[in-house]
C-alpha cells in the first residue's frame, strides 16, 4: 500500500530561503502600507496624497529607492526557487509532482480570490498562482536557457511599459485638445452617378474607425488618470469610500478588481514571471541556496548596490524635475527603475546571504528565518491588521497619517511579527495558512503542534 504523501519534514529546510523570505515579507510592507492607508496614486507619487513635507519626501525617496518593486521582486525569486525544490523533492520520493504542484497552484489561488475579494485589492496571491500555472513547463530546462528566458521576459515587460507610457502620453493629448493627426473625409457625392464616390466612403469609414479609436483612448486616460493624477474631490471621495463601512468599500474593490488586475496580467506575466524565472536558475546554481563562498556574496552585494542606488537616485531626481508625471512615470521611469531594481535586489541578496554565511546577527537572524517559515500567515496577518487600523469598519485611520508616520505602523508590526513567529514556530510545525495549503496541496492533515517545544527557533 502506498504511503500517504504528506509535506516535506523540518530537517530539510534550507535556512538561507527562510532568511530571505522572512527579510522579503517584512520589507514587502514599506509599500504596501501606501496601499493600505492612502488612495492609489499616492503609492506611485507623493504629491497625490501622504504629505509633502522634508521628511515625508525623503521617506518617499527612501522607499523607491530600497523597497518599490524590490521585495516583491525577492518573494518572485523564492517562488521560482519553490517550484525547483517542490517538485524535486517530490521526484525524489518517486512521487509524480503534477498533481500536487498544480493543486498548490489551484490552492494559491483560490486563497488569491478570498484574499483580493473580501480583504484587500493589492493581492499577490493571484499572479502568483497565475505565473506558476505555466512556470512548471520550464523546471527541467537548465541554468543558462532559464536565465535567458527570465531576462528575455522581463525585458518585455519593460519594453510593454515603455510603449504603455508612450500610448498614454497620445491618450492624454487627446483629452486635453492638442493637435493630433487626423483623417479628414471627402464626402462628396458623385452626382451625375448618383452614388457616393468609393473613395470617399472608404476615407469617411476609416476617420469614423480612427474617431472611435482615439475616444476610446481617452476614455482610457479618464480611468487612468482618475486612478492615478486624481483631482482633490476624487482623493477626497476615495478617502471618504475608505473611511465608510465594509459594504462600501467591497463594491469600490470589486468595482475596481477587474480594471486593476486585468489590465496588471500581461505586465505581471513577463515581469514577474521573468523574476521566477530567474530565481529557479539562481536556485539551481546554488546562489540562493548559500552555496558560493562569503566572499562571493560580499562581492554580489557591492556590485549590485554599486549600480543600482546611482542609477536609483538618479531615477528620483527624474521624477521630481518631471513633477512625477504619471506618463513618464510608466514610460522612461518604468525602464530606468527596472535596471535599478536589479542591481539592489542583487544587493539586498548577496547582504542577507553574506550575513548568514558569517554568523554575524544571531538573534535577528533566527527571527527572520521564523518569520520566513511562516511568510504567509505574516502576509496575511499583515492585510488583516492594516485594514483593521486604516478602513472605516476599523479604526478609520485612512488618509489620517502622513508617510513617516506610516513607516511608524510599518516598524511596529515588524516587531510584533519578529516576536510571535519564533514564538509560534517553537510551539507548531507550521504557520496556519500554511498548514491550510500545505493540507490543501497534500490532500491530508499534517500533524500541527509540536510534542514538545523546539528551542532550535528560539533566538
Known amino acids: 500500500m502506498a504511503e500517504p504523501l504528506t509535506p516535506s519534514s523540518e530537517s530539510e529546510r534550507i535556512e538561507t530561503l527562510d532568511l530571505l523570505r522572512g527579510a522579503g515579507v517584512l ?50 525569486l523564492l517562488f521560482g526557487a519553490g517550484i525547483i525544490l517542490f517538485t524535486r523533492r517530490l521526484e525524489e520520493r518517486e512521487v509524480r509532482p503534477r498533481g500536487p504542484y498544480y493543486r498548490r497552484m489551484f490552492s494559491l489561488f483560490f486563497f488569491g480570490i478570498v484574499h483580493a ?92 474607425g480612427m474617431e472611435e479609436l482615439n475616444e476610446g483612448l481617452r476614455e482610457m486616460w479618464e480611468g487612468f488618470r482618475t486612478e492615478f493624477e486624481p483631482t482633490r474631490e476624487e482623493v477626497e471621495e476615495t478617502v471618504a469610500t475608505y473611511r465608510s463601512d465594509y459594504g462600501t468599500i467591497l463594491l469600490d474593490r470589486l468595482e475596481n478588481l477587474a480594471k ?48 543600482g542606488i546611482p542609477l536609483g537616485i538618479l531615477g528620483a531626481v527624474l521624477l521630481f524635475r518631471h513633477d512625477f508625471d504619471v506618463t513618464y512615470r510608466f514610460s522612461n521611469d518604468a525602464v530606468l527603475h527596472g535596471i535599478s531594481t536589479a542591481g539592489i535586489v ?38 488583516l491588521v492594516c485594514t483593521t487600523l486604516f478602513y472605516g469598519y476599523g479604526f478609520g485611520f485612512y488618509g489620517r497619517l502622513d508617510r513617516p508616520a506610516q513607516m511608524l505602523v510599518v516598524v511596529i508590526l515588524w516587531l510584533a511579527q519578529l516576536l510571535w513567529s519564533p514564538a509560534w514556530m517553537r510551539r507548531f510545525h507550521y504557520g496556519p495558512m500554511e498548514w491550510l495549503w500545505r493540507t490543501m496541496t497534500y490532500g491530508t492533515r499534517p500533524p500541527m503542534r509540536r510534542r514538545d517545544p523546539d528551542p532550535a527557533v528560539t533566538p
Request: glycine share 14%; hydrophobic share 50%; net charge positive.
Open 346 to 383: 542583487a544587493g539586498h541578496v548577496g547582504l542577507l546571504v553574506w550575513i548568514q554565511k558569517r554568523g554575524s546577527l544571531p538573534g535577528l537572524r533566527a527571527r527572520l528565518r521564523a518569520t520566513g517559515r511562516m511568510a504567509f500567515t505574516n502576509y496575511i496577518m499583515q492585510t
Open 27 to 76: 520589507g514587502i510592507l514599506l509599500m504596501n502600507i501606501y496601499a493600505f492607508s492612502m488612495p492609489g496614486g499616492a503609492y506611485f507619487s507623493p504629491t497625490v496624497y501622504g504629505g509633502t513635507s522634508i521628511l515625508s519626501y525623503a521617506v518617499w525617496i527612501f522607499t523607491y529607492l530600497f523597497a518599490e518593486t524590490k521585495f516583491y521582486s525577492i518573494f518572485s
Open 260 to 307: 486593476s488586475t486585468g489590465g496588471a496580467l500581461f505586465f505581471f506575466l513577463f515581469a514577474i514571471g521573468g523574476i521566477m524565472l530567474l530565481g529557479m536558475a539562481t536556485f539551481k546554481s546554488g546562489i540562493l541556496t548559500g552555496d558560493r563562498g562569503t566572499g562571493w556574496y560580499g562581492r554580489l552585494a557591492v556590485v549590485g548596490y554599486g549600480f
Open 117 to 208: 475579494v473580501f480583504l484587500w485589492y493589492g493581492d499577490i496571491l493571484l499572479t502568483y498562482a497565475w505565473c506558476g500555472f505555466w512556470l512548471y513547463l520550464f523546471r527541467r530546462n537548465r541554468v543558462r536557457s532559464l536565465a535567458i528566458a527570465g531576462i528575455v521576459a522581463i525585458g518585455i515587460a519593460l519594453a510593454g511599459m515603455y510603449g504603455f507610457g508612450s500610448l498614454l502620453h497620445y491618450s492624454r493629448s487627446l483629452a486635453e485638445g492638442r493637435p493630433t493627426v487626423e483623417v479628414v473625409a471627402d464626402t462628396t457625392a458623385v452626382a451625375d452617378a448618383g452614388v457616393a464616390d468609393t473613395a470617399a466612403v472608404e476615407e469617411e469609414s476609416l476617420a469614423t
